[in-house]
């Protein structure tokens, strides 16, 4: 995997690959550049751009643990810098997996069962799996759908787990719980929800293994926001809970909302809801104490918390106290003697548990249902409660008449079961409130009549058909000690039938007969009574010794039977000591060893802590020295209307930097630079505008002087250029005429001269043309090289530019996004803008205005120039047209001169002919004539005409011209041919003809005319001279 310098460059790589379809290999990328060492303990917003994108495509790819270790590695990195970063991170994550869940639903056709979420496939797709060769449909999206469902569960988890430390991710953990909570009931996973539940409970109780001073950042349990936010999650779980119906997490959920209710205050609504789901929870187990009890306490608790209650509501929960109070069954009459026997229960005993669950509610005490309906009539509660409610506690409460009972509690039993009363909250009571009716009834019953035939008993107990009322009847005989028998052939139930009985059944109903018995012999023999009395006294005075001694005996042996059970009791508990001893001393070997690791992180932790306390002063001093930079600038550039976290820049303190996001700071110095680089700009644009006006007002005010220099420059070069070309013609006569006596000296050595050079230009020539070719072959290949190396250098600068284009919108994207915060503050300053706009645009006018008239002005100086150039044209014209005349003139009696000296030298020439040269009329003593190679030399005239010889003696010597050609037809030398006007008409060498011209001002330096006597002379009579083997007389 490649690595990048900057993560901006990853990040650009990782989305290119996504437009491609390697959205592995991106997330494989941005995986790395997260891992990377360099940007370990580096945040900032493009890697919290990479993170986010991280996430969604672990989401893509359901990568759970590349996910995972990504949130730990981010973790780290913000942790001192920007946590909140940390917070929007988690968000988006929690809500890209939500999305993906909420997708796969909706393209689910029906609703299906899903497995475990933690486990990866279910035994019946295995199942499935190996007795089919492809899946179905509908198996690969349920697959799809398990897999996004268990996806969504580990984001969860994970986000629980990063953020269960940490005070300032608090809020964004309990929401997470909340929906994790949600996710759990709108999906009905009761087994996800527990361990949901175990990993809430399990992440308070680390937090308060710490002891000690608590980290900053930490979360302490201590803390009243913290117990505050912590109570609330649990009264959602609670509820939750009971929706689910995990009766057994909720009573555990309960017990820990009382511990969080004793350490902080809670709010009126959870307090209330505590106590409504805490009956429900009652009610489910079937203990009805407790329920009605926490119903009695929810009345308490509304009635004195809650002011604004509607007389409905409070007559609702009035009715269900009552109704739940009816419910709890009488007690039943204890067994004084019983209380001795030892009991081996302990903790397990009804009445600890009872105790367990009277401190749920705060009080000392195990409630009964005396003291619960002596609070509903003492605190004037009963009154609140519907008539039905209130008609059935009187009755059941107070003494009435057995066969008339049920008859009286139909009517309202009736009442209540039709629903009618509070949208039929109260019809859950109907069954138990007929139970202990008929319990009632049952009770007196027994105790009135000894037997009575099913046809009165039906009637008797109206309230429920003979069928439940058989069932009744037994739980009656095995739980509440009611004696009674069902006789189906006599159709007679019988009451206190004889049975089997223990002494420890019968002894309380004998007391109770002896004692009447012993009541009524008084009343109807008192005499005998006393006598009775006076013997019995005698015997026990006779028999004492004796019985004192029994008795001692049964106390001794009593004793040492409770001292033998005492003694087994205390091994017992001696060799449960033992175990718990080794097993604390385990424990503690195990303590000992989880708080020296502890100890170990809380030193690295410290370490971490004091390096970013460092580093977060050097960022705060740094930050500091920013802000005093940019009030010194904004005092020099009187900026200082800048706003950081809505203060002014100049009323900001070193105390406030604390308090300040260094991005904002940040952004605040980047928007003052830009602001200093925008004025800048403004101003250098004014200078330049003022140097081109000034220098436009120089131009236009030298023009005249430049025109009128030039026209006597002109004049002067031409006077000096006609002087010297007289000198310069009078030199040269004379040099041509020693030209010709050295000629005639030299001639006769010229023919082996030449068969000389000849054989050397041969060798050389071949030569030069091999060089030739060299130099061809290697100039193509050069330019083929450098063609390719251009073509390289374009694709880099494309590159290059295609990459700045790029950097350039990001950075238009932001500086667009800093515009919008920018535009708050430039509101104020828009009417002044919109004023100084208005001003502008005139005077932009006026100068448009002033523009047209000078480029008017500019047209016609323009056009009288042209005129000017024009009439200058035609004079210099004519003043040509006189010099060759003159010239014309002067050839004609050079011409004349000639024709008579060739006519004197032809005599001579006659007498003499010359082989290698031929007879011409002329002796080619003419110096003004120019040579002119002969037709028969054809190859040597070419080869010297190539190489372009300067030299006389290498050209061929020219033909005199014969008498019959005309003057205008002989050739003229070199410098009797008149000067080429090309200034004027090709724009050639003679700088004094090319017309002036000023440049306009809108034309650039390179376009501008350049003056004649600016361009390099050519040397053309002399190349050409050359290449035509020399037909110039200095050739």
């Given at each position: 995997?490649?690595?990048?310098?900057?993560?901006?460059?990853?990040?650009?790589?990782?989305e290119?690959l996504?437009?491609?379809?390697k959205?592995?290999?991106?997330?494989?990328?941005?995986?790395a550049?997260?891992q990377?060492?360099?940007?370990?303990?580096?945040?900032?917003?493009?890697i919290e751009?990479?993170?986010?994108k991280?996430l969604?495509?672990?989401?893509?790819?359901?990568k759970?643990r590349?996910?995972r270790?990504?949130?730990?590695?981010?973790?780290?990195?913000?942790?001192?810098?920007?946590?909140?970063s940390?917070?929007l991170?988690?968000?988006k994550?929690?809500k890209?997996?939500?999305?993906?869940?909420s997708?796969?639903?909706?393209l689910?056709?029906?609703?299906?069962d899903i497995e475990?979420?933690?486990?990866?496939e279910?035994p019946?797709?295995?199942l499935?799996?190996?007795i089919?060769?492809?899946?179905?449909?509908?198996q690969?999206?349920?697959?799809?759908?398990?897999m996004?469902?268990?996806?969504?569960?580990?984001?969860?988890?994970?986000?629980?787990?990063?953020?269960k430390?940490?005070?300032?991710?608090e809020?964004v953990?309990?929401?997470?719980?909340?929906h994790a909570?949600?996710?759990c009931?709108?999906?009905k996973?009761p087994q996800?929800?527990?361990?949901?539940?175990?990993?809430?409970r399990?992440?308070?109780?680390?937090l308060q293994?710490?002891?000690?001073?608590?980290?900053?950042?930490?979360v302490d349990?201590?803390?009243v926001?913290?117990?505050s936010r912590?109570?609330e999650?649990?009264c959602?779980q609670?509820?939750i809970?009971?929706e689910?119906d995990?009766?057994r997490?909720?009573?555990l959920?309960a017990?820990?909302?009382y511990?969080?209710m004793?350490?902080a205050?809670?709010?009126?609504?959870?307090?209330?809801?505590?106590?409504e789901?805490?009956?429900?929870?009652f009610?489910?187990?079937?203990n009805?104490?407790?329920?009605a009890?926490?119903?009695?306490?929810?009345?308490?608790?509304?009635?004195?918390?809650?002011?604004?209650?509607?007389k409905?509501?409070?007559?609702s929960?009035?009715?269900?106290?009552?109704?739940?109070?009816?419910?709890?069954?009488f007690?039943?009459?204890?067994?004084v003697?019983a209380?001795?026997e030892?009991t081996?229960?302990?903790?397990?005993?009804?009445y600890?548990?009872?105790?367990?669950?009277?401190?749920?509610?705060?009080?000392?005490s195990?409630?009964?249902?005396?003291t619960?309906?002596?609070?509903?009539v003492?605190?004037?509660?009963l009154?609140?409660a519907?008539?039905p409610?209130r008609?059935l506690?009187?009755?059941?409460?107070?003494?009435?008449t057995?066969?008339?009972?049920?008859?009286?509690?139909?009517?309202f039993?009736d009442?209540?079961a039709?629903?009618?009363?509070?949208?039929?909250?109260?019809?859950?009571y109907?069954?138990?409130?007929?139970?202990?009716?008929?319990?009632?009834?049952?009770?007196q019953?027994s105790?009135?009549?000894?037997?009575?035939?099913?046809?009165n008993?039906?009637?008797?107990a109206?309230?429920v058909p003979f069928s439940?009322?058989?069932?009744?009847m037994?739980?009656?005989?095995r739980h509440?000690?009611?004696n009674?028998?069902?006789n189906?052939?006599?159709?007679t139930?019988?009451?206190?039938?004889p049975?089997k009985?223990?002494?420890k059944s019968?002894?309380?109903?004998?007391?109770?007969?002896?004692?009447?018995?012993?009541?009524?012999m008084?009343?109807v023999a008192?005499e005998?009574?006393?006598?009775k009395?006076?013997?019995?006294?005698?015997q026990?005075?006779q028999?004492?010794?004796?019985?004192?001694?029994?008795?001692?005996?049964?106390i001794?042996?009593r004793?040492?039977?409770?001292e033998?059970r005492k003694?087994?009791?205390?091994?017992?508990k001696?060799?449960?000591?033992?175990?718990?001893?080794?097993?604390?001393?385990?424990q503690?070997?195990?303590e000992?060893?989880?708080?020296?690791?502890r100890q170990e992180?809380?030193r690295?932790?410290?370490?971490?802590e004091?390096?970013?306390?460092?580093?977060?002063e050097a960022e705060?001093?740094?930050n500091?020295?920013?802000l005093?930079e940019m009030?010194?600038?904004?005092?020099?550039?009187k900026t200082?209307?800048?706003?950081?976290?809505g203060?002014k820049?100049?009323d900001?303190?070193?105390d406030?930097?604390?308090?300040?996001?260094?991005?904002k700071i940040?952004?605040?110095r980047?928007?003052?630079r830009q602001?200093?680089?925008?004025?800048?700009?403004?101003l250098?644009?004014l200078?330049?505008?003022?140097?081109?006006?000034?220098?436009?007002a120089?131009?236009?005010?030298e023009?005249?002087?430049?025109?009128?220099?030039?026209d006597?420059?002109?004049?002067e070069?031409?006077?000096?250029v006609e002087?010297?070309q007289?000198?310069?013609?009078e030199?040269?006569?004379?040099?041509?005429d020693?030209?010709?006596?050295?000629?005639?000296t030299?001639i006769?050595?010229?023919a082996?001269t030449?068969?000389?050079?000849e054989?050397?230009l041969e060798a050389?020539?071949?030569?030069?043309?091999?060089?030739?070719?060299?130099?061809?072959?290697?100039c193509l290949?050069?330019?083929?090289d450098l063609?390719i190396q251009?073509?390289r250098?374009r694709?880099k600068e494309?590159?290059a530019?295609?990459?700045?284009?790029?950097?350039?919108?990001?950075?238009?994207?932001?500086?667009?996004?800093k515009?919008?915060?920018?535009?708050?503050?430039e509101?104020e300053?828009?009417?002044m803008?919109?004023?100084?706009?208005r001003?502008?645009?005139?005077?932009v006018?006026?100068?448009?205005?002033?523009e047209?008239q000078?480029?008017?002005?500019?047209?016609?100086?323009?056009?009288?120039?042209?005129?000017d150039?024009?009439?200058?044209q035609e004079?210099l014209?004519?003043?040509?047209?006189?010099?060759r005349?003159?010239e014309?003139?002067?050839?004609a009696?050079q011409?004349?001169?000639?024709e008579?000296?060739?006519?004197?030298?032809?005599?001579?020439?006659?007498?003499?002919?010359?082989k290698?040269e031929?007879?011409?009329d002329?002796?080619?003593?003419n110096w003004?004539s120019v040579?002119k190679a002969p037709?028969?030399d054809?190859?040597?005239d070419?080869?010297?005409?190539d190489k372009?010889a300067?030299?006389w003696?290498s050209?061929?010597?020219s033909?005199?011209?014969?008498?019959?050609?005309?003057p205008?037809?002989?050739p003229k030398?070199?410098?009797?041919?008149?000067?080429?006007d090309?200034g004027?008409?090709e724009?050639g060498?003679d700088?004094r003809s090319?017309?002036r011209?000023?440049p306009?001002?809108?034309?650039?330096p390179?376009?501008?005319p350049?003056p004649?006597?600016?361009?390099?002379?050519?040397?053309k009579g002399?190349?050409e001279?050359?290449d035509?083997?020399?037909?110039?007389?200095r050739?």
């Amino acid at each position: 995997m490649a690595t990048f310098q900057k993560p901006e460059n990853a990040l650009k790589r990782a989305e290119e690959l996504i437009e491609v379809g390697k959205v592995q290999d991106a997330l494989d990328t941005l995986h790395a550049t997260m891992q990377n060492r360099k940007f370990k303990n580096m945040w900032t917003t493009t890697i919290e751009q990479i993170m986010i994108k991280h996430l969604e495509l672990c989401v893509q790819l359901k990568k759970m643990r590349t996910a995972r270790e990504g949130l730990y590695q981010y973790r780290t990195m913000c942790q001192a810098a920007n946590i909140g970063s940390l917070e929007l991170v988690v968000q988006k994550f929690r809500k890209a997996a939500e999305q993906k869940v909420s997708e796969a639903k909706a393209l689910q056709d029906s609703a299906v069962d899903i497995e475990d979420l933690e486990e990866m496939e279910s035994p019946q797709m295995i199942l499935l799996k190996a007795i089919q060769a492809h899946d179905t449909r509908q198996q690969s999206e349920d697959r799809d759908l398990h897999m996004h469902f268990r996806f969504l569960w580990d984001t969860y988890k994970v986000i629980l787990d990063v953020l269960k430390s940490n005070v300032r991710l608090e809020e964004v953990y309990h929401e997470t719980a909340k929906h994790a909570f949600e996710f759990c009931r709108s999906n009905k996973r009761p087994q996800e929800f527990k361990r949901l539940c175990e990993t809430l409970r399990k992440n308070w109780q680390d937090l308060q293994k710490h002891t000690g001073k608590v980290p900053v950042q930490q979360v302490d349990p201590r803390n009243v926001d913290t117990v505050s936010r912590t109570l609330e999650t649990r009264c959602k779980q609670l509820q939750i809970c009971t929706e689910l119906d995990l009766w057994r997490e909720s009573y555990l959920t309960a017990t820990e909302i009382y511990e969080l209710m004793s350490k902080a205050r809670p709010k009126p609504n959870l307090r209330s809801m505590y106590y409504e789901y805490l009956g429900k929870i009652f009610w489910k187990s079937e203990n009805h104490l407790f329920h009605a009890f926490a119903c009695l306490k929810n009345l308490q608790f509304v009635k004195a918390a809650k002011s604004n209650i509607t007389k409905e509501e409070l007559q609702s929960l009035a009715s269900k106290a009552v109704l739940a109070t009816l419910c709890v069954p009488f007690q039943r009459t204890t067994d004084v003697h019983a209380t001795l026997e030892l009991t081996t229960e302990g903790a397990s005993s009804p009445y600890e548990k009872a105790k367990k669950h009277a401190l749920l509610f705060n009080v000392p005490s195990v409630p009964t249902r005396d003291t619960i309906s002596a609070n509903l009539v003492e605190k004037s509660l009963l009154h609140l409660a519907a008539e039905p409610c209130r008609k059935l506690f009187d009755l059941i409460q107070s003494d009435f008449t057995p066969l008339s009972l049920c008859q009286d509690a139909k009517p309202f039993l009736d009442e209540i079961a039709k629903g009618e009363l509070f949208d039929g909250q109260l019809v859950t009571y109907i069954t138990p409130l007929k139970q202990i009716i008929f319990f009632r009834l049952m009770k007196q019953l027994s105790e009135v009549y000894s037997n009575m035939t099913i046809e009165n008993f039906e009637a008797a107990a109206s309230i429920v058909p003979f069928s439940i009322a058989e069932k009744w009847m037994a739980n009656a005989a095995r739980h509440h000690g009611i004696n009674i028998q069902i006789n189906y052939s006599h159709k007679t139930i019988v009451f206190g039938a004889p049975r089997k009985m223990d002494m420890k059944s019968m002894r309380q109903p004998l007391i109770e007969i002896g004692h009447k018995l012993q009541q009524a012999m008084q009343r109807v023999a008192p005499e005998e009574q006393h006598k009775k009395e006076k013997l019995e006294k005698q015997q026990i005075s006779q028999n004492i010794v004796r019985r004192i001694e029994e008795e001692t005996k049964l106390i001794r042996q009593r004793k040492d039977e409770i001292e033998r059970r005492k003694e087994e009791s205390e091994r017992r508990k001696d060799i449960e000591e033992q175990k718990a001893i080794a097993a604390q001393r385990k424990q503690e070997m195990l303590e000992a060893a989880a708080e020296r690791e502890r100890q170990e992180k809380e030193r690295i932790q410290r370490h971490r802590e004091r390096e970013e306390q460092l580093k977060k002063e050097a960022e705060l001093l740094k930050n500091k020295e920013m802000l005093e930079e940019m009030k010194k600038q904004a005092d020099m550039t009187k900026t200082s209307n800048l706003k950081i976290e809505g203060k002014k820049l100049i009323d900001i303190d070193i105390d406030d930097m604390a308090g300040f996001d260094p991005n904002k700071i940040i952004a605040a110095r980047e928007a003052q630079r830009q602001r200093e680089r925008q004025e800048k700009i403004r101003l250098r644009k004014l200078e330049s505008k003022r140097v081109d006006h000034l220098a436009r007002a120089l131009r236009e005010e030298e023009q005249e002087y430049l025109e009128e220099w030039a026209d006597d420059i002109v004049a002067e070069d031409e006077s000096y250029v006609e002087k010297a070309q007289d000198k310069e013609i009078e030199e040269q006569r004379v040099k041509h005429d020693e030209g010709l006596e050295e000629r005639a000296t030299l001639i006769s050595y010229k023919a082996p001269t030449d068969v000389w050079a000849e054989g050397l230009l041969e060798a050389r020539r071949a030569a030069h043309k091999e060089a030739e070719r060299e130099r061809e072959k290697r100039c193509l290949q050069k330019a083929i090289d450098l063609k390719i190396q251009r073509a390289r250098q374009r694709a880099k600068e494309a590159a290059a530019s295609e990459a700045e284009k790029k950097k350039l919108k990001r950075e238009r994207d932001e500086a667009e996004t800093k515009k919008k915060e920018q535009e708050e503050e430039e509101e104020e300053h828009r009417e002044m803008e919109e004023e100084r706009s208005r001003r502008q645009e005139e005077e932009v006018e006026e100068r448009r205005v002033t523009e047209e008239q000078e480029k008017e002005e500019r047209a016609l100086r323009t056009e009288q120039r042209k005129k000017d150039r024009e009439a200058d044209q035609e004079k210099l014209n004519q003043q040509t047209d006189r010099q060759r005349q003159k010239e014309v003139e002067i050839e004609a009696r050079q011409k004349s001169e000639a024709e008579e000296r060739s006519s004197a030298r032809a005599a001579p020439r006659k007498e003499e002919p010359r082989k290698e040269e031929p007879k011409d009329d002329d002796d080619g003593d003419n110096w003004r004539s120019v040579r002119k190679a002969p037709a028969r030399d054809d190859k040597r005239d070419d080869k010297r005409d190539d190489k372009g010889a300067d030299d006389w003696r290498s050209g061929p010597r020219s033909a005199a011209p014969t008498r019959d050609e005309a003057p205008s037809e002989r050739p003229k030398p070199t410098w009797a041919k008149p000067r080429e006007d090309k200034g004027r008409d090709e724009g050639g060498d003679d700088w004094r003809s090319a017309p002036r011209s000023a440049p306009t001002r809108d034309e650039a330096p390179s376009e501008r005319p350049k003056p004649a006597w600016a361009k390099p002379r050519e040397d053309k009579g002399r190349d050409e001279g050359g290449d035509k083997g020399g037909d110039d007389w200095r050739s």
